[in-house]
């Protein structure tokens, strides 16, 4: 059906008054909506991406599983020096992943980034930091069922767009609410969006910040130069932070701690309920896949864990001179690195957008 469904909308295309009005709804739409990413329309193509009802029942289950078993690794990591030298943490990044954030999730907004074909659903990689593109999809999500091509092609197919914004703000109050000890709030929490200064991710950011609003939580954007800790109390400009949504990197955080240290201070405090908190690292690392796939840490998980594991992950290891596992046979990973390299990729552990692989 999917074949068919992809051949018929690319049928439709081939009507230019229908092709050249959706063309023109769609870069009014990209403009209007702020789909700009570093200067350029996000999605400038007619085609999106469809995917079947049953597929996506698989990816939903499958992730459920597989963050079960990252949620195993962050709780066996806290107490457990060896998972973290295999994980690369490092020292400082040990004292930021010690600070208990108040909720119990490793890493409440991410994404597993993986690819789905004919043949296999597999992962790649997981953003366990602080995902973009939540908001930018929703709207992209409207565009599209707006256009005239694909309202034609709703006519023979049923259609239903995927949304994030509202399960992402459910994510935040959901971690608040655990954070104040699981009692509901008096009052509607303040939201502040917190990133560097300057980024191409700002659209977003404008998108959620009008959502959260639109749905009576105030919120704000701002970098951490602009943050005060002051009386138990985080602000911004002397706007109260009761939430904070962290689209700010570690990595890019470490360099400019000392200098604004006000967001580290009030996150230690346990003055502020921070999403995703420094724990996100935990599983951020590339070296992740490293602890899923290995024989050392077949005993944190269950069947159901393990099954998805072998199916989804591609086997992964930290590259040093070890003896391992590869399909259950005994293997010197240099030498075996060696002699297959071809079918190999090395990355860095702690970068991303494809950066040194």
């Keep these: 059906m999917l074949k068919d469904a992809v051949n018929y909308y690319n049928e439709l295309l081939g009507n230019s008054d229908l092709a050249t009005s959706s063309q023109k709804l769609l870069d009014e739409g990209l403009e209007s909506s702020k789909l700009i990413f570093g200067g350029r329309r996000l999605s400038p193509y007619l085609r999106p991406h469809f995917v079947m009802e049953s597929d996506w029942k698989m990816i939903k289950s499958t992730c459920e599983v597989v963050f079960g078993a990252l949620q195993k690794v962050k709780d066996a990591a806290i107490g457990d020096d060896s998972i973290l030298d295999q994980l690369g943490v490092t020292e400082i990044e040990r004292d930021l992943i010690n600070i208990d954030p108040g909720y119990s999730h490793v890493s409440p907004t991410s994404r597993l980034d993986s690819f789905l074909t004919d043949e296999a659903y597999s ?187 072998d199916k989804h992950i591609p086997w992964t290891r930290k590259f040093v001179a070890e003896n391992t596992e590869n399909k259950g046979v005994s293997i010197d990973l240099v030498e075996w690195t060696r002699a297959n390299s071809h079918k190999l990729v090395l990355k860095p552990n702690d970068d991303y957008g494809g950066a040194g692989i």
Excluded: W
């Design 123 to 309: 992962y790649v990689e997981l953003n366990g930091e602080s995902p973009a593109g939540i908001a930018f999809a929703d709207s992209a999500t409207k565009i599209f069922e707006s256009l005239p091509v694909m309202r034609k092609f709703s006519e023979r197919y049923s259609l239903q767009g995927l949304e994030g914004r509202s399960k992402l703000l459910n994510v935040l109050l959901d971690c608040f609410t655990e954070f104040i000890g699981g009692s509901k709030p008096e009052r509607a929490p303040t939201i502040a969006i917190v990133d560097l200064d300057d980024l191409p991710t700002i659209k977003e950011f404008e998108l959620f910040k009008e959502y959260f609003e639109s749905n009576g939580f105030p919120a704000l954007i701002c970098s951490p130069r602009e943050l005060e800790f002051k009386d138990q109390q985080l602000s911004c400009n002397g706007t109260p932070i009761d939430i904070v949504y962290k689209r700010l990197l570690v990595n890019e955080y470490l360099p400019i701690m000392d200098d604004q240290p006000d967001l580290l201070r009030a996150y230690r405090a346990g003055a502020v309920c921070m999403v995703n908190s420094f724990r996100g690292k935990l599983v951020h690392k590339k070296a992740i896949f490293a602890v899923l796939t290995n024989e050392r840490y077949k005993h944190l998980f269950n069947a159901e864990e393990l099954a998805a594991i």
